[in-house]
């Protein structure tokens, strides 16, 4: 991901972080304000129906006291409470007294609980209300609640009754009006909101009980729940309960309602008073806010789109020229320069990196003779090592030869060709030693062609197959592990061939009492710059920490008999390649050698050669053969 894509990112996600946040903040206010809102006009219009409830409760008790009051109610007192008193005279009292003093509901009741007279249902005169004689203290009670029986059906009533005491006898007036939509009617409602009224006059739920100040709710099977919810918890609810109802899925025509308890005077439930308020302002005030977010947030991208767009390319330039400047210093163009614009930190950066290539520049011829030096030294050391152990036998031989002149004859013969043996042997000890370093000094460059590395490394080992099971030595076993199909290389196959004796040679010397020797190759892993794998792991004693750091040094072996250029020219084989070579081991339980070279690219040779202009960069061999040139 580049530098350009990064800073857009982080400059979206900011942008999109704040205007959300700010977004949620501004919505969840507005939410809070509107629901504090509403819970204050819920309030007021409660308060509103409380008084209103009140008002027409004082109306009603005035009229049954003035129907109490009246001459005609006296007499009617009187009357009855004479022995023998004739009730029937006054069936239709409660009509005339329910039309002078504008009630719906009008009744007189006698000491005895009997019904005299009904203006809402004359067909109960002569039955029993116990309910009103059951109580004695009606001329301190308030207007209350109360559920009318009718002819044809049932209405909730807003009741007052007094008593009116004549002598021991005493007659009851019952009076009231209807609690329906004439009563929500008046009552003044805010923007936005309406009033139900529910009357609980029934046993199950009753779409036709539930009203408003038109009459019937449309829908009122949705209040169902609500309703019932009611119910059940009204007598243990002191908060009005709140419910939400979707009336179609857009959420503008929502409500919310407030569903307020109507109790009787023994706590029974008669009527469910519902405060519903329109979600409707919040929701399109809620969608006016994200409207106006998106639009921000729209603007606030774009712009930074462009800042972000501007700001990097000032930043990224001077940048990706400060890498393609390392790069060319990679190649070995150590005379690389960059433009220094302005003295910020990248321009101090660029002038950092100019002091660097031009310090790299002047230490460079100093560095190379170092190493020439080095590596001379090291040559001489390695060579004389090797050379010394020839040189002494052969100055014994001749001092053996100049002693010998004093013999006779015959035994000064059999000392000369004793001594002429012995130089031979080690003239030509001299000359094998001289023919490796030669040979090892004027390694080839390599010839790249196509290789499969899985046949490679089969041909390779299929030579010393009869070295594997040698009469009278121990057993070695070749183990196989090979990924197919494996990707090509590009490689020289006379020097992988050669680097891949070694290695088996190698692992063989490593085992002298048998073992297992295992090749193992696998396809290109992600981390790996898609290098093919090859690993030889043998089952010898194993290396120590420091023989592994040391052991591709040239002229270093482990070993009574050997060269140490073994592995050396498989570093330079692999280093030819471009690719690398390691070991891993554990003093007991065997080595392991990891070879990784770059796969073959389509089209084209897999190795990248260095510019004419560039050296490649040397390995250790490398240096050693320059010196030996």
Excluded at 46 to 51: D, L
Excluded at 163 to 172: E, M, N, Q, S
Excluded at 308 to 330: K, M, N
Excluded at 370 to 396: K, S
Aim: hydrophobic share 40%; glycine share 6%; with cysteine.
């Amino acid at each position: 991901m580049s530098f350009r894509t990064k800073l857009f990112l982080v400059f979206l996600v900011t942008v999109l972080a704040s205007v959300s946040l700010v977004t949620y903040a501004v919505t969840h206010y507005t939410q809070t304000a509107f629901e504090a809102m509403d819970a204050q006009r819920t309030q007021a219009l409660v308060t509103q129906f409380k008084r209103e409830y009140a008002q027409r409760g004082e109306a009603v008790l005035q009229e049954v006291k003035n129907i109490a009051n009246a001459e005609i109610t006296l007499r009617m007192a009187i009357d009855l409470a004479r022995p023998n008193a004739d009730q029937s005279t006054y069936v239709r009292d409660a009509n005339g007294a329910a039309q002078d003093h504008n009630l719906d509901f009008v009744q007189f009741v006698n000491s005895d609980g009997t019904l005299i007279s009904s203006a809402q249902y004359p067909a109960r005169v002569g039955y029993k209300d116990e309910w009103v004689t059951a109580r004695k203290d009606w001329n301190d009670t308030p207007a209350f609640l109360r559920k009318e029986e009718l002819p044809d059906g049932v209405e909730l009533s807003l009741t007052v009754v007094r008593a009116l005491p004549v002598g021991d006898k005493t007659l009851y007036i019952v009076g009231g009006r209807r609690v329906d939509q004439h009563f929500l009617a008046s009552l003044a409602l805010p923007e936005g909101m309406r009033a139900l009224l529910y009357r609980n006059l029934e046993p199950n739920f009753t779409g036709a009980a539930l009203t408003d100040k038109d009459g019937a709710v449309a829908q009122a099977d949705r209040f169902q729940p609500l309703i019932e919810l009611v119910q059940k918890q009204f007598r243990a609810q002191a908060e009005p309960l709140v419910q939400r109802i979707d009336w179609t899925a857009n959420a503008a025509e929502s409500e919310t309602f407030n569903a307020i308890p109507l109790t009787g005077p023994n706590n029974e439930l008669l009527g469910v008073l519902l405060a519903g308020s329109s979600q409707k302002e919040l929701v399109l005030l809620t969608r006016q806010i994200v409207k106006i977010s998106a639009a921000v947030a729209g603007a606030a991208i774009l712009i930074g789109l462009l800042v972000s767009w501007w700001v990097s390319s000032r930043i990224t330039r001077p940048v990706e020229e400060l890498a393609e400047g390392a790069r060319e210093v990679a190649t070995g163009r150590w005379d690389t320069r960059i433009d220094v614009r302005g003295s910020d930190e990248i321009g101090q950066l660029a002038t950092a990196f100019n002091d660097m290539t031009r310090t790299l520049a002047s230490q460079k011829e100093k560095l190379v003779q170092t190493e020439r030096v080095a590596a001379w030294r090291e040559l001489a050391r390695r060579l004389a090592h090797e050379l010394r152990n020839p040189l002494f036998p052969l100055q014994i031989t001749v001092e053996n030869l100049q002693r010998a002149k004093q013999l006779e004859a015959k035994q000064f013969l059999e000392v000369f060709n004793e001594s002429t043996a012995t130089l031979k042997a080690e003239l030509a000890n001299l000359n094998t030693i001289v023919s490796r370093f030669s040979d090892f000094s004027k390694m080839p460059a390599p010839q790249f062609a196509r290789v499969n590395v899985n046949e490679s490394l089969r041909n390779s080992i299929r030579l010393f197959e009869p070295q594997f099971n040698e009469v009278g030595k121990p057993t070695i076993t070749p183990e196989f592990f090979l990924t197919e199909p494996l990707p090509e290389i590009e490689a020289d196959p006379d020097l992988l061939h050669r680097a891949f004796q070694n290695l088996v040679l190698n692992a063989l010397d490593a085992m002298p009492a048998g073992g297992t020797l295992t090749v193992r190759t696998s396809e290109p892993l992600s981390g790996h710059d898609g290098n093919v794998r090859i690993e030889v792991t043998d089952t010898g004693k194993g290396l120590t920490p420091e023989e592994c750091s040391r052991l591709f040094t040239p002229y270093y072996t482990t070993k009574l008999q050997g060269t140490g250029l073994g592995l050396a020219i498989v570093q330079s084989v692999v280093s030819d390649h471009h690719g690398t070579i390691s070991v891993s081991s554990e003093e007991g339980r065997g080595a392991t050698f990891r070879i990784e070279l770059p796969q073959r690219q389509p089209g084209g040779i897999g190795i990248t050669h260095p510019k004419p202009d560039a050296p490649a960069a040397k390995s250790p061999l490398s240096t050693f053969a320059a010196a030996s040139d």
